[in-house]
């Protein structure tokens, strides 16, 4: 006994002597931009433990001791971590008609590679936590891109992964091609309650963090210039879904413009309506009444969908032109809004641009950048690790030039990406 007690003791306090303390590091920050209190601090020190953020406090209280780590961002403006709360690592190009393609022609392999490199270019644009809202078609893939990237085994954001996501049988695609062919979809198909209710099970049980669904999917515009969208969901089958991702603790995230579609997502007690880009004044009341978030993705609708739709509708009507007064008017009625891109059809890395056009249509900077920051990480339920520069989070910091609150196009251009304590990229201080 007192033989195994010697050792015992012993072990101990080799494992107490190999355990180095967390590595501490000092980053001055000319300016710091405190997004919970939306005030801009000048002369700050942040003090990193390892991983996290110790203290944040005026230069005067901090004293940096000599041969200490230190990081001088004097002369930037510091942020915290950028959050995009809808994108597709797994679609490069797809509006440039690489969707058929990727799905035929690319094995799981393949796009999950690509994917890697897409993660790492929206890390290096500032972006250090993500949403990704399904794989279209790589199965579960992104589980696997998480799984590395937490073990820290490729660069990359933060992720909370969707999987496969759900849509109905000719709600999603691939389409159009002869029902002789046998061709995979973009998303897992179902076609009742209990088939529903199984895909969450199984989506839950591969990985997934949370459920993407589809309320809607094809539309079509009128004659007079009005856009109709077409359900894809019941009621029941929303519900079903609903019902089963929130016993397992999972958020469910809806893809819908408007229409009945959406009505079934609201009525059915999603969390996230995905772009609603054609809110109507009931749905924009049953969404603040029942705190649902609205996820805008702006941008994605600016570029060669503008020019599709004012051809299939003759110029009378767009989706990017019914998506401003939509925003603008969920804005004014205060529902809860967080930053997403919906990056992939558009390259990786250059999502920042959603900015201009939050800004553009009606949002202060600063109620953007929490947007990205506070607002998103409280819809993703990690408001105490990420989304802001404070003592317990994540040490997850970004640095651009000038003041983003007078040129919201500085984050476009951010010079300075940390993650978790580890600097990604600096072009400051070389």
């Known amino acids: 006994m007192k033989r195994f007690s010697f050792l015992t003791l012993w072990l101990g306090l080799c494992a107490c002597a190999w355990a180095a303390d967390p590595p501490v590091t000092y980053v001055r920050a000319g300016k710091l931009l405190d997004v919970r209190s939306g005030k801009m601090l000048t002369d700050q ?69 690509e994917a890697v490199v897409n993660a790492k270019r929206d890390l290096d644009a500032g972006f250090t936590t993500m949403r990704d809202v399904e794989t279209e078609g790589a199965m579960y893939s992104d589980v696997d891109v998480r799984n590395a990237i937490n073990r820290g085994l490729i660069p990359g954001p933060r992720l909370q992964v969707a999987t496969r996501a759900i849509s109905t049988t000719g709600g999603y695609p691939l389409e159009g091609y002869s029902p002789e062919v046998t061709v995979p979809s973009g998303a897992q198909i179902v076609d009742s309650p209990e088939e529903a209710r199984k895909a969450v099970r199984e989506q839950v049980k ?63 007690g999603v969390d996230s309506i995905e772009h609603g880009l054609d809110l109507d004044d009931a749905a924009v009341a049953e969404m603040v009444a029942k705190g649902i978030w609205l996820v805008p993705t702006l941008y994605v609708y600016e570029g060669s969908t503008r020019a599709e739709d004012d051809a299939a509708s003759g110029g009378k009507v767009s989706r990017a032109s019914l998506h401003e007064p939509s925003f603008r008017k969920a804005l004014a009625a205060g529902v809860k809004i967080a930053f997403g891109t919906d990056v992939g059809p558009f390259p990786h890395g250059t999502q920042a641009v959603e900015f201009e056009y939050m800004t553009k249509f009606g949002m202060s900077p600063l109620a953007a950048i929490q947007c990205a920051t506070t607002r998103a990480a409280e819809l993703m339920g990690w408001s105490d690790q990420v989304g802001a520069i404070a003592p317990g989070t994540f040490a997850d910091i970004i640095a651009v030039e000038g003041n983003p609150l007078e040129d919201i196009k500085q984050l476009e251009q951010v010079k300075f990406v940390m993650k978790g304590g580890q600097v990604v990229r600096n072009d400051l201080t070389k």
């Open 45 to 113: 020190v942040i003090v990193i433990r390892g991983e996290k953020i110790e203290r944040v406090a005026g230069s005067a209280q901090v004293q940096i001791p000599a041969g200490a780590s230190a990081l001088d961002l004097s002369r930037a403006t510091v942020l915290p971590g950028l959050i995009d709360a809808h994108t597709h690592l797994f679609l490069t190009g797809e509006d440039n008609g690489r969707y058929d393609e990727q799905l035929l022609k690319e094995s799981w392999q393949y796009r999950t590679i």
């Open 206 to 268: 591969y990985g997934a963090d949370l459920i993407k669904i589809y309320g809607t999917h094809k539309f079509h515009f009128t004659a007079d210039g009005k856009m109709i969208s077409m359900p894809t969901f019941t009621l029941e089958e929303v519900l079903a879904i609903v019902n089963e991702a929130h016993s397992e603790g999972r958020k469910v995230a809806c893809h819908a413009y408007g229409g009945a579609g959406l009505k079934n997502c609201l009525d059915g």
